[in-house]
């Protein structure tokens, strides 16, 4: 986060000693951002909490909302999950101003039984992924034991010890010594075969975003075409397959009218129409069905919930305005751990939710093994920056944000 904020131009120091300021004791390093520069303004923006104006000047004459350009909240410092503490005078204290980038190298002790690397660190999976690449062999941690939390990874003595100080260098990320036989609390891992979906017609900005975030994690991936879905057979090919943000009906394909999205199909030739149809829903089904994981983002839960018969719905579906509005905030919720999704995740974070997302909340009637709730929204006072209509009823209520539920053998997640 100091890097991009060196990017536009702010100054940036760090305390060269642990100092005290406001009855808060402060260690060596810590990063201070003063607002007595040209780019208070920007600084004000990305790091305090901030709302939205609902005024006469952000509704219509009717009252209804009008949707920001882009978002209702930039807090790049609560999106980044880092620590700002806002202080109403100067800090008096040694500080070296930042001239260039931060580049830390992370820290190797080297076990007996290998290296631990804890998820709690930003680039633990990227060093991961990149470990996958020398072929090293890894485990996972199932269970607390020791130093070691649950999802921890452990890679093995045998990799060469230039390998993992390559890695950390360039991720920053440290390997803790680990003299343990971790056979009785880990199981070994392999890299995941994961295919994204990418339809035909248009673009999907989400798709777009995904593709980079999965590319700066070194995460290895395909894109999955409808040809490439409707050929069946999907978990002989993918472990995972993630569906991007997009409508149920531009991922299907139209049937006979354009749903008001996407072209008229009438105008297409068949061979380059979209959407991999009834039949593809059914390969995707035989996937999860044959032990894959489907990920769905945000609408492109509705395939899921609608076509598999899942004990879940979108609590917040058709609503709009003042029934219930969040374009782009960043909102309370707690984390369950436990769950093998979230490890490495504090048990309360923030979440970004954005226009058209969406909230779970299981049916009547549904047994508690079919569904587990990863992250869930507070029970009140929900936003922390941004623009919330109508959230402290529909979010509190429902309460899911990132849901798994069972589907046969294996599990469809929604983000």
């Not at 004000?44 to 350009?69: C, F, M």
């Not at 580049?103 to 470990?131: C, E, H, M």
């Not at 058709?318 to 905030?329: Q, V």
């Amino acid at each position: 986060m100091v890097n991009k904020l060196i990017g536009q131009g702010i100054t940036v120091g760090r305390s060269d000693q642990q100092f005290t300021h406001e009855g808060h004791v402060y260690a060596a390093g810590t990063h201070v951002v003063s607002l007595a520069q040209p780019k208070r303004g920007v600084i004000r923006w990305l790091l305090g909490q901030t709302y939205y104006p609902d005024n006469s000047y952000t509704r219509t004459a009717e009252g209804d909302p009008i949707r920001p350009y882009d978002m209702s909240a930039d807090v790049i410092a609560e999106f980044m999950g880092v620590r700002v503490d806002p202080v109403s005078t100067s800090v008096q204290a040694p500080l070296s101003v930042l001239t260039d980038w931060i580049d830390p190298s992370g820290t190797v002790s080297r076990g007996q039984q290998g290296y631990l690397v804890s998820t709690q660190q930003n680039d633990a999976f990227k060093a991961i992924n990149l470990l996958f690449e020398t072929g090293a062999s890894m485990r996972r941690v199932d269970i607390d034991a020791g130093r070691a939390r649950a999802g921890d990874f452990i890679i093995d003595s045998e990799v060469a010890a230039s390998t993992v100080s390559e890695v950390a260098e360039e991720t920053g990320v440290d390997f803790m010594a680990l003299n343990v036989d971790p056979s009785d609390f880990s199981h070994p891992i392999e890299r995941q075969r994961i295919g994204m979906y990418q339809r035909y017609y248009g673009g999907n900005m989400d798709e777009g975003w995904t593709r980079w975030l999965l590319e700066d994690f070194e995460f290895e991936y395909s894109s999955l075409l409808d040809p490439d879905i409707l050929a069946g057979d999907l978990a002989d090919t993918w472990d995972v397959i993630i569906l991007p943000a997009d409508s149920k009906e531009m991922m299907i394909g139209p049937s006979g009218s354009n749903e008001g999205r996407g072209p008229d199909p009438s105008s297409t030739p068949p061979d380059y129409r979209s959407g991999f149809g009834q039949e593809g829903v059914e390969a995707l089904e035989a996937f999860v069905q044959a032990g894959g994981t489907l990920v769905t983002f945000s609408e492109a839960g509705d395939l899921a919930i609608d076509e598999f018969g899942l004990p879940v719905r979108n609590a917040v579906s058709g609503m709009w305005g003042n029934e219930f509005w969040s374009p782009g905030s960043t909102l309370k919720v707690e984390v369950d751990t436990s769950s093998p999704f979230a490890h490495g995740m504090p048990e309360k974070a923030l979440a970004t939710y954005l226009a058209n997302g969406q909230v779970y909340e299981t049916v009547p009637g549904a047994r508690s093994s079919d569904v587990r709730r990863v992250v869930t929204y507070i029970d009140r006072d929900i936003l922390q920056s941004g623009w919330l209509l109508g959230g402290n009823r529909d979010c509190e209520q429902s309460g899911g944000g990132i849901s798994a539920a069972r589907a046969g053998h294996s599990l469809t997640h929604w983000l």
